[in-house]
């Protein structure tokens, strides 16, 4: 498939864009969308096996199966700013760099337990960060932290935060887990103020 | 609609023309048409039809192309409207874009309009609480704006009135500050919620937690059955419009309701320029239109004249509305028309968690949102360095947390967790803000909208007792949260500009006297016995409650009194 059949079929699993408001019924959206990223078909492949390695196929659907890959692209395309697109890009390609550099191999070769732990890696580099902002932050006068040199690049984090976000984002949105793993319901038709709750023993 | 493209003065007048569609508007129409006036309604939006016009209104959060998310140019383009909460990808439709209709900050002013039939009420928050002597005396006691020229025994029995087709939903808390009404069963306050009204009723005098009264069907009566409502559903996703007609909207309501009796035109597409003021008779004869599709202009002629365009833009067509008679706008004799402009202060808020009742949670959705602490301060003396108070929204909620620590199965396990944490309380301040003369709007002198009408020029902004009122809400809600065992708590400020809170009022002030004011009594301009106001910018003051209800309230009752006015000849 490449990437504008892709989108097209995007548009179509997106069920109800045909009742969108006249606002957002712009039919061209997802040839506009085109425009504002560029991305090859591989790079495209590549978000798809990190969206698949972050909400994995078990004995549920997977990312893949949910078409998340594509919502990512979507939101990328639509909802975020031209510098966050911009250093998603980057950030993509710095990637693809990193597991050759790390594990000698790209992505998509990788076992799932490795995938897993580079992007825990990529994850706790991440966390590591905040934590050190939030501490100069919270010392008023201390010079800004200068940002330990780590392995992955600003840009590559902002790729992955992204594809992460969206990707849940996507799943905990999607049709399969509103009807079967947290059901949302459009007419409750009630409103019980007092709901017994057992909450379970830690263990 | 053909009957609409005529050209005889006989076919475009009418006994009674209504400015406006929205949250007051319909309420003129539908008491005009009840008594079989012949009456015109103006709109300056679009049509939207109740159900018809809810295109988001049965959409799952899965059929959102961006899952409710705008996207980053719509919310780009749009850097003001996109401040207000509701402002998504389920409700856009329905609020008035930045570029669409501008208008000149000479100091910053979140203005967020709803051009379309039904006006804002499609997007209100439903909160409907009265307004007491506490509130109309506050002037007069407190030393600012004018005294209100009624009292609450005025308004008493048209809150009745209306609260009982509108459908109110509340509890008969027996508080003097916060009169009871015409009640429909409240929306019950859960388990938390319940046990801070508990705490706050022992350990404090005159502070209470109440239900939140809302405009909700919770058990709807045969007059809501007569308007083709039914009971609320608990959705909560209201500001799309609501199928049901289970929250009172002009859409759902007053407009179906008009336009049934047969004596009702709607005139969607038409922005009024001005009031036709006749120097001879002494009295206006009617409105000066613009279709804002063709641009053409058509002047509707009648016997009396209903201004509910929303307080700001009631204030512009005023304005507009110059003659030798008036050179500064209608009825402006005393000079204070666009003055004394002024809104509600949601600049605060606080949240905490609450470690007990653990064994308790909800189920369902709550519509009235939870608890309402009426305002607490300055009420039977003045007894702070600031004037007036404010009320605050109060809420318990509890939720799963759902972490998104990690990849992979066990990610897709905290995603599900169904596991409860504990509960959130949060609150946020509702401020009276006192009316000033330099808190005005006015007409650009050279800047004109794509219709002809020159643009409005906002200069309204806070003050020192807004900041000391602020600061009292952080206290004494840090000090409430923390005797009643809540933890981690924690409050914030921002630096909204006003606006935000959608209740900007005044402008066309009722008073006494003519010289100080623009209406009198019954919302009548004091110069002008046959044109109206009775929108938000009528009001003398703002108290701390949500207007909405009195707008309903003060518009059937100047409504009732026109047209004994007109029967005695006098209009």
């Known amino acids: 498939m490449d990437r504008r059949t892709v989108i097209k079929n995007l548009a179509l699993i997106i069920g109800g864009a045909a009742l969108l408001p006249a606002c957002s019924q712009d039919k061209t959206k997802s040839k506009v969308a085109l425009k504002n990223i560029d991305i090859t078909a591989n790079l495209e492949q590549l978000i798809g096996d990190v969206s698949e390695t972050i909400i994995p196929k078990t004995t549920t659907p997977g990312a893949k199966d949910l078409l998340l890959h594509l919502f990512v692209l979507k939101m990328l395309d639509d909802c975020y700013k031209k510098e966050d697109q911009q250093a998603f890009v980057t950030g993509m390609e710095h990637f693809a760099d990193q597991s050759q550099k790390l594990y000698s191999k790209t992505f998509d070769q990788l076992d799932t337990k490795t995938r897993e732990a580079f992007l825990l890696d990529i994850e706790k580099e991440g966390k590591a960060e905040e934590a050190a902002a939030q501490k100069s932050g919270d010392k008023k006068d201390a010079a800004p932290a200068t940002p330990p040199a780590g392995k992955y690049s600003p840009e590559l984090k902002k790729f992955y935060s992204i594809v992460k976000r969206q990707t849940i984002n996507g799943y905990t949105n999607s049709k399969y887990f509103m009807t079967n793993i947290v059901v949302y319901e459009l007419v409750p038709g009630r409103y019980n103020a007092h709901f017994p709750y057992k909450q379970k023993q830690a263990v | ?571």
């Not at chain 2, 949260?481 to 006003?498: L, Q, V, Y």
Request: proline letters at 5%; charged letters at 25%.
């Open chain 2, 1 to 571: 609609m053909a009957n609409l493209n005529i050209d005889s003065v006989k076919e475009r007048t009418f006994d009674a023309i209504v400015i406006g569609s929205g949250m007051s508007g319909g309420w003129a129409a539908k008491e005009f048409t009840d008594k079989g006036l012949k009456t015109l309604i103006l709109e300056r939006g679009r049509d939207v039809k109740h159900i018809k016009d809810y295109p988001t209104t049965n959409m799952y959060p899965w059929e959102f192309e961006h899952r409710g998310e705008l996207p980053m140019a719509v919310q780009e383009a749009n850097p003001i409207v996109n401040r207000c909460y509701a402002f998504g990808e389920s409700a856009a439709h329905f609020f008035v874009k930045d570029a669409e209709h501008p208008y000149i900050q000479d100091k910053p002013f979140d203005w967020i309009r709803g051009y379309q039939v039904g006006g804002k009420s499609l997007l209100w928050a439903r909160q409907t609480q009265r307004w007491s002597d506490f509130d109309f005396e506050g002037p007069a006691r407190d030393g600012f704006a004018v005294d209100w020229p009624i009292r609450y025994k005025d308004i008493a029995p048209w809150y009745s009135y209306v609260e009982k087709f509108a459908g109110i939903s509340g509890n008969r808390d027996g508080i003097a500050e916060l009169p009871d009404g015409e009640f429909l069963p409240a929306f019950p306050l859960n388990t938390v919620e319940e046990y801070f009204r508990d705490h706050v009723k022992s350990n404090y005098k005159n502070r209470y937690v109440i239900s939140a009264r809302c405009a909700h069907l919770s058990t709807p009566n045969q007059i809501h059955l007569d308007q083709g409502r039914v009971q609320c559903q608990r959705r909560t996703i209201c500001e799309r419009g609501c199928p049901f007609g289970g929250y009172f909207s002009a859409n759902a309501t007053t407009i179906p309701w008009a336009l049934k009796s047969g004596h009702a035109t709607l005139r969607p597409f038409s922005v009024v320029e001005s009031i036709i003021y006749d120097e001879k008779l002494g009295k206006a004869t009617g409105v000066r239109v613009i279709d804002t599709n063709t641009k053409e202009a058509i002047e509707y002629y009648a016997k009396v004249i209903f201004v509910n365009a929303a307080a700001l833009n009631t204030n512009l067509i005023l304005l507009n509305s110059k003659s030798h008679r008036f050179p500064n706008g209608l009825g402006n004799d005393s000079g204070v028309l666009g003055k004394y402009v002024a809104f509600h202060n949601y600049s605060a808020h606080i949240g905490a968690e609450y470690d007990g009742a653990k064994e308790w949670t909800t189920d369902g959705r709550n519509p009235a949102g939870g608890g309402y602490i009426p305002r607490f301060r300055n009420v039977y003396k003045q007894e702070t360095d600031f004037l007036r108070g404010y009320a605050s929204g109060f809420g318990a909620y509890r939720y799963p947390q759902r972490s998104w620590d990690g990849v992979g199965s066990s990610l897709k396990d905290n995603l599900a967790n169904k596991e409860l944490g504990p509960w959130h309380v949060g609150s946020h301040m509702m401020g009276e803000t006192i009316p000033k003369e330099s808190n005005f709007v006015s007409l650009d002198d050279k800047q004109k909208d794509a219709w002809g009408v020159p643009l409005l020029k906002m200069n309204i902004d806070y003050d020192d007792n807004d900041e000391k009122m602020k600061k009292d809400y952080v206290e004494q809600l840090t000090e409430m949260f923390t005797s009643a065992g809540f933890t981690n708590i924690k409050a914030s400020t921002d630096r909204r500009a006003p606006g935000l809170d959608i209740h900007e009022m005044g402008g066309a002030r009722m008073g006494n006297d003519p010289k100080t004011s623009i209406l009198n009594k019954w919302n009548q301009v004091h110069s002008v016995k046959n044109v109206f106001v009775t929108d938000g910018a009528s009001m003398t003051s703002t108290s701390c409650q949500n207007p909405s209800l009195t707008y309903m309230a003060f518009t059937a009752r100047a409504a009732d009194y026109a047209m004994s006015e007109m029967k005695k000849g006098n209009i």
